[in-house]
């Protein structure tokens, strides 16, 4: 592993919430552990709800926080296809109160299959946003599936979250083949490990690969095992920077490609 | 000493993984790892991968112990483990979901695995078994399999020092009951690290990559990084792996 400096590092996949068990959370947990780990910009996923006003509280807590870091963060709204036309017309009451700053639009967990993506991407089509799903083995995420859904809408970038995703070494296998075989379909790295992600860049090249880290504000989850929160991120910008890529692949993976997929300006 | 009790050797036959003699003794000595217990990647030919394992460790025994592997359901199997021995190989790796089908593992309670067993137990060689896909798809049927399986296997034979991975069903429950079974940290994150150790305590825990499948040094770095205390980390990255397997250093 070199000791590089990258041009523009940001975090494709987080997570910022409004508050978890009861405890109030702000954007500011968030910005120190970006700043330890050396991470300029994030792109939010948000964080969903279970019933429709906290869907729509998350996402405007996304957005306020943005617009409290401006360059720092970056949102995205957050679909649940459970909420069916609900969800959707959450997608246009984001998009009426900051269409210039929401990026894209967020998928969770199991839902790659629901009737509502379809709609859902249609929408994203409509807005120019991106779409990213999380992927993993299972017949309800995998990367099959969402690569097929892509491939319905050549037009929409779709980012497969974790590219497969640690759980089982085919389905990250086989994320490469889907980006290999969709030229809208890119990869996220978080919870895929570096052997993958090198062949990704053998596969595909350097130009549709992004890091993420999956980290929160929240420190529950993932982020409670780890002595300090900024290892979180920096145990999957470890992932990339062990590969030893030329430079330029690593600048790209680090930062550049998600800063021109989301127009995040980079500094000179 | 920094010892990882698993990586793997050769190419894999289904998955993309590959890993050469130099990639092992490179990342070794850039991530600072003493010993590997290296075997092959799983193979239908394993004579020829298990005489590959054991040219790379006549080459380097300082750094290496080597694993053989075997088919369990090959009648070759049993007389593979003298052969295996007499190269100089050390311990056994297993991959009963390679072996047996992709779909449904070998459990352990299967006809083929006592007699493989009845040989460690006469000849003291550890086994490591390894499910790259166990947390995948098996369903509650055969994780209730894996469980019983495994749990009788160590309960008929407790003198065989196991390695099994983290995602095993009910492994801290067949930890705590049978104490000759540790537990191979591939592919953990940090939480996982940590609730293991909270929850078996420090002892049972091994630094094990499986590269390529993981990385050797980046799952050094999440161990180096996970919430536990410098000693416990310490026995976790070797001193667990030094103690358990000093007849093979």
């Known amino acids: 592993m070199t000791d590089r400096k990258n041009p523009i590092v940001i975090d494709a996949h987080t997570h910022l919430s409004s508050g978890r068990g009861g405890v109030k959370l702000t954007a500011k947990t968030m910005i120190e552990k970006m700043d330890e780990a050396g991470v300029d910009t994030i792109i939010s996923m948000g964080s ?40 959707l ?82 389905a990250e296998m086989l994320s490469i083949k889907m980006a290999e075989k969709n030229a809208n379909v890119w990869l996220e790295t978080c919870f895929s490990n570096p052997y993958p992600v090198k062949k990704a860049v053998e596969i595909l090249g350097p130009d549709r690969i992004m890091l993420g880290s999956d980290s929160s504000n929240s420190g529950f989850g993932y982020g409670s095992g780890y002595e300090r929160q900024a290892y979180e991120m ?5 992932t990339i920077q062990c590969l030893d890529l030329p430079q330029e692949a690593e600048d790209k993976l680090m930062g550049l490609n998600a800063a021109k997929l989301y127009g995040v300006k980079v500094k000179a | 000493m920094i010892i990882d009790v698993h990586s793997q050797l050769g190419k894999h036959p289904l998955f993309m ?21 290296l075997s092959s990647a799983p193979k239908m030919r394993f004579k020829e991968a298990n005489d590959r394992v054991a040219e790379a460790v006549k080459k380097h025994p300082d750094k290496l112990v080597g694993f053989f592997n075997l088919n369990p359901n090959d009648p070759e199997a049993i007389p593979e483990i003298d052969r295996a021995l007499d190269m100089g190989l050390k311990g056994l790796m297993l991959d009963p979901e390679f072996h047996f089908s992709m779909e449904r593992a070998l459990t352990p309670g299967n006809k083929f695995l006592p007699p493989i067993f009845e040989k460690a137990v006469d000849n003291g060689f550890p086994i490591l078994i390894c499910m790259p896909n166990i ?38 429950e067949l930890c705590q009951k049978h104490p000759n079974l540790y537990v191979d940290s591939a592919g953990a994150s940090a939480g996982r690290v940590s609730s293991l150790v909270a929850e078996l305590g420090a002892t049972r825990l091994l630094y094990g990559s499986s590269s390529p499948r993981y990385h050797t040094g980046n799952h050094k770095q999440t161990i180096e990084w996970s919430k536990i205390t410098p000693y416990q980390r310490k026995l976790v990255l070797g001193g667990n792996a030094e103690r358990v397997f000093k007849d093979l250093l």
């Open chain 1, 234 to 238: 920096m145990i999957h910008m470890h």
């Open chain 2, 17 to 37: 993984f590959e890993q050469t003699l130099d990639d092992v003794l490179t990342e070794m000595k850039q991530y600072g790892i003493d010993k590997t217990f």
């Open chain 1, 48 to 87: 969903g709800g279970q019933y429709l006003e906290q869907l729509q509280k998350s996402n405007d807590f996304n957005l306020q926080s943005a617009k409290d870091y401006p360059g720092r963060i970056v949102p995205f709204i957050y679909f649940d296809p459970r909420y069916e036309e609900d969800g």
């Open chain 2, 135 to 172: 947390r995948v798809g098996h369903g509650h049927d055969n994780a209730l399999l894996q469980y019983r399986g495994l749990d009788e296997l160590m309960g008929r034979f407790p003198e065989v020092r196991m390695m099994v991975d983290l995602f095993w069903p009910g492994i801290i």
């Open chain 1, 89 to 170: 017309d959450e997608i246009e009451r984001c998009m009426g109160m900051a269409g210039d700053t929401f990026k894209g639009i967020k998928i969770g967990h199991k839902f790659a299959v629901a009737r509502y993506m379809y709609p859902m991407m249609e929408k994203a089509e409509e807005y120019g946003l991106v779409v990213g799903i999380h992927s993993d083995h299972s017949v309800r995420g995998h990367p099959y599936i969402i690569a097929d859904l892509a491939n319905s809408f050549p037009k929409v970038t779709t980012v497969i979250l974790h590219m497969g995703g640690r759980t089982a070494a085919a």
